[in-house]
């Protein structure tokens, strides 16, 4: 199992450390361990590691498991990880996911104020932070080649049988928290939803060899 570092500001560090991985059932851990494997070969053979988590208008899902991705590897220490997101189309940011961000949390500070708003979303203090916005699957902003392409919804899913540059393409679907917007339990479902997916992407990365 890989070393963790203690980079990460305090309050997520916390979080991270109170995520149960052993709630994940093992028909779940199925559908996790393609990603896995493709991070532990990218490992093996020395090569970077570039993940690009797809859904349909790249607003909720897709940024929460990327921003979770990118903070796991850098608390397990696995080195070359690039995270990304994308949509079939590109709509917004929804500014539920960064207040919840902000609440677990990490820095958020956002850097423009059209309809397509552009978040600075740091979890370290000498981290890079993430570019969060929406955007198209193929944008410039994503990588072209050698990448794996998760999909993070139903529809996405269905809707790309191909992913152009992708390596693989692997299925890791979450309910949309959308269906609570504008309801009294928006906040606690996407606070739900955010720590499923922090909780299935920290098993992930615990299981690399470094």
């Known amino acids: 199992m890989t070393t963790t570092s203690s980079s ?30 493709f991070i532990q070969s990218k490992i093996t053979t020395s090569q970077e590691i ?16 990327q921003v ?11 080195k070359n990880v690039c995270c990304y997101s994308g949509g079939t189309e590109s709509t917004a940011l929804f500014p539920m996911v960064a207040e919840t961000l902000k609440n677990s949390g990490f820095k958020i500070q956002k850097l423009s104020e059209d309809n397509n708003p552009v978040y600075s979303i740091k979890y370290a203090e000498n981290e890079h932070p993430i570019i969060g916005f929406s955007k198209k699957l193929d944008a410039d902003f994503n990588p072209k080649s050698e990448f794996a392409a998760i999909m993070t919804c139903d529809s996405a899913n269905t809707g790309c049988p191909f992913f152009p540059g992708a390596e693989k393409r692997i299925p890791i679907t979450f309910e949309d928290p959308k269906a609570f917007d504008n309801t009294p339990q928006q906040t606690e479902k996407y606070k739900e939803r955010s720590l499923q997916i922090a909780t299935e992407l920290f098993y992930v990365f615990s299981q690399i060899q470094s």
């Open 68 to 78: 979770w991705a990118q903070t796991l590897a850098s608390h397990f220490n696995i």
């Open 50 to 65: 570039r993940i690009n988590f797809i859904c349909t208008h790249n607003s909720r899902r897709s940024h929460l498991a």
């Open 8 to 37: 990460l500001f305090s309050e997520i560090e916390k979080l991270i450390e109170e995520l149960n991985p052993q709630t994940i059932q093992d028909e779940r851990k199925a559908v996790l361990q393609p990603l896995v494997d």
